[in-house]
């Protein structure tokens, strides 16, 4: 209210006049410096600059000492999930400690997002009083900060200069340039999120071009966990392979040494990752150890305790590879507040495809390999075991026309020698039909029983306990095939049996080859070549090999080595 001038002398209307000229040119010198401010906020398009902008020029419009920006999270427990200050000294932040969650007069802003102007800080019903070493603050002023209809957050201002009070002028100023503000952050984000994208698709671009290329030494599914964490910012960042809830297993880990014994032990089966695969739909929660729903894998040795998380499909329209999950510790839930999870959904879609094309590449080298073998196999069998066969039946019958014992002994030598080079060239054969690694073991055990079936004249039975597929590393897997082949081969060629039983079972860390027979057992005197190679081989991954054998009770061996290299003692 201004003074009525009637009835006043001129000292008293003298004054009345400077102070209106005095209000007007302040008032113009306010709005030209918001004005200024508005031209400032918009020329910075990284959001993290345009917040504190936004603080700063606050604080300068209305002479308040401190200014604060709440930014909303959306939760219960902590509306706030930043808070960007101006006028606190480093120093006094860490005396301060943790900063303001939105509970108290902060906390009445949210639920009622209008200004609120307050003489007294302290004198509030709502006010939680400050913690030690808070600098003392009176006046109050807080103003919501909104895009489009949203509150995004609130400004807060206190102490204004002078120790009066904040006016209705500076309400009004302030309530402009949270209008403004609320433009220019739509504007900051969105360009964040286009830079987001860049960044995805450069990823993606990535992915592509590191599994087209012939490098075998890149692990296909690390490199995509390793760059979903990298472009996401997320903490740690895991993938889960397998096509059904009760086949999942955690396979590749990144941002932290974990065991895969231990990764390999969950039980995936009622999880998140089992929940993704089922739905193909991506999920987002905001405390792993709070969700029913999820298996939070922060009691792992390493790991660190997670907060929130996204788990997207690792799979497109023709199957599912998997799931692709990224996770953030709570000190860091603001970048996972920043991440649309659209992006990350889309990246694993293109990253599957890619992994499929890169499979099928694999695989078309894998069947030239093959092809190659099986020629190799031929003309060993065809031309080279023909040839020495018939090398030998010379010297048998050459050793008949001499009637030199000592000659004779020798011809004999010379068979037995020719005919154990014949059994190793056929042990080579059997060699040749396992893959150096097989990205289906299953299928690779189930091809040789097949393969055996045509030389014992009948087909072993076989059975699988666990899970084989998942669980056997690419380092286990060749010797295990190569074991098999062997044990095939001395069954087909020594026990004439009439059944032959193949066991291949995981338990825990273990995988045990147990292959038996009911034929005529082994001789008293035989030689330990292939058993001596199937025991170097258990003993060469820690783990054992035993045989067991009764004349005319058939023999029976088992071979069980650690599932993969790291789980050996």
Same mark, same amino acid.
């Given at each position: ?51 504190? &902008?936004?603080?700063?020029i606050a604080s300068a419009l209305v002479d308040a000492r401190y200014a604060a920006l709440g930014i ?49 800080? !302290? ?95 890149? #692990? ?14 997320? #903490? ?57 729903? !999820? ?104 050793? &008949?026309?001499?009637? &030199? ?50 030389? /014992? ?35 087909? &060629? ?6 032959? #039983? ?54 029976? /061996? ?12």
């Amino acid at each position: 209210m201004t003074t009525p001038l009637s009835g006043a002398d001129f000292d008293e209307l003298l004054r009345e006049v400077l102070a209106r000229v005095e209000g007007v040119l302040d008032e113009q010198a306010r709005l030209r410096l918001l004005l200024d401010a508005v031209v400032t906020m918009a020329a910075d398009l990284t959001l993290d600059g345009v917040l504190a &902008r936004i603080v700063s020029i606050a604080s300068a419009l209305v002479d308040a000492r401190y200014a604060a920006l709440g930014i909303l999270s959306g939760g219960v427990e902590r509306p706030l999930r930043t808070f960007i200050h101006h006028g606190v000294t480093p120093g006094q932040v860490a005396e301060i400690g943790e900063l303001p969650a939105g509970h108290g007069l902060l906390g009445l802003i949210i639920e009622r997002p209008e200004p609120l102007r307050l003489h007294d800080i !302290a004198a509030h019903p709502e006010s939680f009083g400050f913690p030690p070493h808070h600098p003392p603050m009176s006046s109050f002023l807080g103003v919501p900060v909104r895009i489009r209809d949203q509150v995004f957050g609130n400004l807060y201002l206190t102490e204004k200069s002078g120790g009066i009070d904040f006016t209705e002028q500076d309400e009004n100023v302030v309530v402009a340039l949270a209008a403004a503000a609320g433009v220019v952050i739509e504007n900051a984000r969105l360009y964040e999120r286009a830079a987001q994208r860049e960044h995805w698709l450069a990823a993606t671009a990535e992915i592509t071009r590191l599994l087209a290329s012939a490098n075998l030494e890149v #692990d296909p599914l690390q490199t995509v966990a390793d760059l979903a964490r990298e472009v996401s910012g997320a #903490d740690v960042s895991w993938i889960v392979v397998g096509a059904g809830s009760d086949e999942l297993v955690l396979r590749v880990v990144s941002g932290l040494e974990a065991d895969p014994v231990a990764m390999r032990s969950l039980a995936l089966e009622e999880s998140l990752a089992s929940s993704v695969v089922r739905t193909g739909e991506a999920v987002s929660v905001d405390d792993l150890a709070a969700d029913t729903r !999820a298996l939070d894998p922060s009691g792992l040795l390493g790991w660190p305790r997670l907060g929130p998380a996204i788990v997207v499909p690792l799979g497109s329209a023709t199957g599912s590879e998997g799931v692709l999950a990224l996770a953030w510790t709570h000190q860091h839930r603001d970048r996972f507040h920043d991440v649309d999870s659209s992006l990350p959904a889309s990246f694993a879609e293109q990253a599957a495809l890619a992994l499929q094309v890169a499979r099928a590449r694999r695989d078309q080298q894998r069947l030239a390999v093959l092809q190659d073998r099986d020629r190799i196999g031929r003309d060993l069998h065809d031309l080279v075991i023909q040839r020495l066969f018939a090398v030998g039946l010379g010297l048998q019958s050459t050793s &008949r026309l001499t009637d &030199r014992p000592e000659v004779a002994d020798r011809l004999d030598q010379a068979v037995d020698d020719l005919d154990a080079t014949i059994k190793d060239i056929r042990r080579s054969i059997f060699g040749l039909g396992a893959l150096e690694s097989s990205a289906d073991l299953q299928a690779e055990v189930t091809r040789l029983v097949e393969r055996a079936a045509a030389t /014992l004249k009948f087909r072993p039975s076989l059975r699988f306990e666990g899970p084989v597929r998942t669980m056997v590393g690419e380092d286990v897997a060749p010797d295990l095939l190569a074991v098999l082949a062997e044990a095939l081969s001395n069954a087909s &060629r020594h026990a004439a049996a009439s059944a032959v #039983d193949v066991v291949v079972a995981v338990t825990g860390a273990e995988v045990a080859l147990t292959v038996g027979d009911n034929g005529r057992g082994l001789p008293e005197e035989w030689r330990e070549s292939g058993v001596a190679n199937m025991r170097s081989r258990a003993e060469g991954h820690g783990g054992t090999f035993l045989l067991r054998s009764e004349p005319g009770g058939g023999t029976r /061996l088992r071979w069980a080595v650690p599932t993969s290299a790291s789980a050996a003692p």
